[in-house]
């Protein structure tokens, strides 16, 4: 659900000019999506999304260079974050330990990615799996997750 606020976010602001939280929510009600003044605070946070002047002197909510990899990026450490608990790797193959339910999250986000060097990836309820090209990769793309 998160998600998908996030994307609505987004899209309300690169096509209407809101300038407060409050138009905000009542934007988002429009659209079903019912949250409140602190979700959407962290929201703005978490997106980064920042007020800049209008050519009428106001301010508006935009975000600056905005880019679909940006917003995968936040979405993917804030799962990182709340949810894995551990991640290793042998050979080319990593493996993401996280809390129950949470592993399809983790690895949809990764394949998301779409990096050249990741060949797939395979969830069960609290493991993910994730197969790389070589063991450099393994090595690497394990220490950045540790990172998240």
Do not use: W
Not at 5 to 11: D, L, Q
């Amino acid at each position: 659900m998160k998600a998908a606020r996030h994307r609505k976010i987004v899209e309300i602001i690169q096509n209407q000019n809101i300038e407060t939280q409050e138009e905000l929510a009542s934007r988002l009600r429009d659209f079903d999506i019912d949250a409140t003044q602190a979700t959407i605070s962290r929201d703005i946070k978490e997106l980064r999304i920042q007020k800049t002047p209008t050519e009428a002197g106001s301010y508006k909510y935009s975000i600056p260079g905005y880019s679909a990899e940006q917003d995968l990026d936040v979405r993917l450490r804030t799962i990182f974050r709340e949810g894995v608990t551990s991640v290793d790797y042998a050979k080319n193959i990593v493996v993401i330990k996280t809390i129950p339910g949470l592993a399809s999250a983790a690895c949809l986000a990764i394949d998301a990615m779409s990096y050249d060097y990741i060949v797939g990836s395979l969830a069960g309820d609290d493991t993910g799996i994730i197969i790389l090209r070589d063991d450099e990769h393994a090595h690497s793309f394990c220490l950045r997750l540790s990172n998240l």
